[in-house]
Every structure is written in structure tokens, then in C-alpha cells.
Nanobody
């Protein structure tokens, strides 16, 4: 398994932007599909965005499509989540996760597909 560490969270006003990073340990990062999930207080963890091995396929939750962008840099063992036009309802703890069993070019949008998780980073959007 890879070890994942998120960073970049914080407090931002509505309409603002943040960029989350997730650094992975290990030499096989390129062999994982990666995903971002979030969990707001009192709510279940939900899928936000995913990127396939190789980076050729990305998928997004409907609630963030057009505002968020996921990318990866395999040379740096890092996956990013660029978040623009943030809304108060985006407030949550954001987690990155790694899926080692995804078929090349495929990204999965459900939590049970991912076996490695980071500790999370808090994003708070004020109105």
C-alpha cells in the first residue's frame, strides 16, 4: 500500500480557490488510480473526483464538475485537486485515496474500490 498525506486545506471565502495536494510514498504511485473524497459533518463520505492510471481519464461528481479539476504528477508522486468558485456547501474534510486494482484508463467513483487513504485536510468555505 501507499502512504498518502494531504495538504493545502484551509479557510476561504465563497468564490475563492484552493489547491489540495496529496503526496504518496512508495515507488509504484503510477500504478494506482487516485481519487478525492470528502465528508461534511453529519454526512456520509462522498466521491469528488478521480483520475486513472496514466491520467488519461478523469471523472467528477456532478456537484463539482466545471469547478474542480484533478491532475497527477507521477514524477512527484502527487495528485492535486484544484478547486475554484468554492461554495459553503464544499466545506468538508477532503481525503485522497489510492486504487491499485483499477484497470488502466478506468477510474472508479465508489469508496470501497480504494484501499489506501490519507488522514484528510479540512476545507472551510465561508459565506
Amino acid at each position: 500500500q501507499v502512504q498518502l498525506v494531504e495538504s493545502g486545506g484551509g479557510l476561504v471565502q465563497a468564490g475563492g480557490s484552493l489547491r489540495l495536494s496529496c503526496a504518496a510514498s512508495g515507488r509504484t504511485f503510477s500504478g494506482y488510480a487516485m481519487g478525492w473524497f470528502r465528508q461534511a459533518p453529519g454526512k456520509e463520505r462522498e466521491f469528488v473526483a478521480g483520475i486513472s492510471r496514466g491520467g488519461g481519464n478523469t471523472i467528477y461528481a456532478a456537484s463539482v464538475k466545471g469547478r474542480f479539476s484533478i491532475s497527477r504528477d507521477d514524477a512527484k508522486n502527487t495528485v492535486y485537486l484544484e478547486m475554484n468558485s468554492l461554495k459553503p456547501e464544499d466545506t468538508a474534510v477532503y481525503y485522497c485515496a489510492a486504487d491499485r486494482n483499477a484497470v488502466y484508463g478506468i477510474t472508479r467513483n465508489y469508496a470501497r474500490a480504494y484501499e489506501s487513504w490519507g488522514q484528510g485536510t479540512q476545507v472551510t468555505v465561508s459565506s
